[in-house]
């Protein structure tokens, strides 16, 4: 089944530097590659996607790179700004087309 | 906030009590799921559900029991076999369920063993 990893565990930011946070999968068959951000108290919320037909994705300050030969996606958030804090999860479908997630990253963005 | 509604958001269980968490959606999804979140473990899957009166078990399904009756409704059973009950639950939906879509969340429930 598929395994996905996550790193780092946690991360702290200063204001207004960049923010990266890696995955690695292990079922080459998988074909979506979704991030979710969890602010504190609050729901999982899709914040970008990418499919393997394309290599980058980008939203405003945030982008997500994909590498289907290493088998590794990436989160990157440019310009952090406090409501940047929050836990971020990676995740990536299994061949049941169930998602499995990443342990999440906590960002901390400090002034 | 609407959407997906879960109840209540905080919930005790006493030893040897079965309790039961409601899910509710009106986004008119075939999919509905259970996850379980622990601190530094990510998202589990407890159960999922693709069609009405039809459901799988997920990664983490031993102590826990679901029922789909309707689609807008998807409850969770965490009975007394479930030794370690204590976590965050999150119930999502999503339009069909292959897996390769959005995932709806609701705002959780808090369960704590008295």
């Known amino acids: 089944g598929e395994n996905v990893e996550q790193h780092p565990s946690t991360l702290s930011v200063q204001e207004g530097d960049s923010a990266v946070i890696k995955c690695t999968y292990s079922?080459?068959?998988?074909?979506?590659f979704p991030w979710y951000k969890q602010e504190l108290g609050k729901r999982p919320q899709l914040i970008i996607d990418?499919?393997?037909?394309?290599g980058e994705k980008k939203d405003q300050r945030i982008a997500v790179t994909l590498n289907k030969t290493a088998k590794h996606f990436s989160l990157h958030i440019t310009e952090t700004q406090p409501e940047d804090s929050a836990v971020y999860f990676c995740a990536a479908p299994d061949s049941w087309g169930k998602l499995q997630f990443g342990a999440g990253t906590q960002v901390v963005v400090t002034p | 906030d609407g959407g997906i509604t879960q109840s209540p958001k905080y919930l005790f269980r006493k030893e040897g009590q079965n309790v039961t968490l409601s899910c509710e959606q009106n986004?008119?999804?075939?999919?509905m799921y259970w996850y379980r979140q622990d601190p530094g473990q990510g998202l589990r899957l407890i159960y999922y559900?693709?069609?009405?009166?039809?459901?799988q078990k997920g990664d983490i399904a031993e102590g826990y029991s679901v029922s789909r009756e309707k689609k807008e409704s998807f409850p969770l059973t965490v009975t007394s076999a479930q030794k370690n009950p204590t976590a965050f639950y999150l119930c999502a939906s999503s339009g069909t369920g292959t897996g390769e879509e959005k995932l709806f969340f609701g705002s959780g429930t808090q369960l704590s063993v008295l």
């Open positions: 079922d080459s068959a998988s074909n979506y």
């Open positions: 559900s693709q069609i009405v009166n039809d459901f």
């Open positions: 986004l008119n999804h075939d999919a």
């Open positions: 990418i499919r393997s037909n394309v």
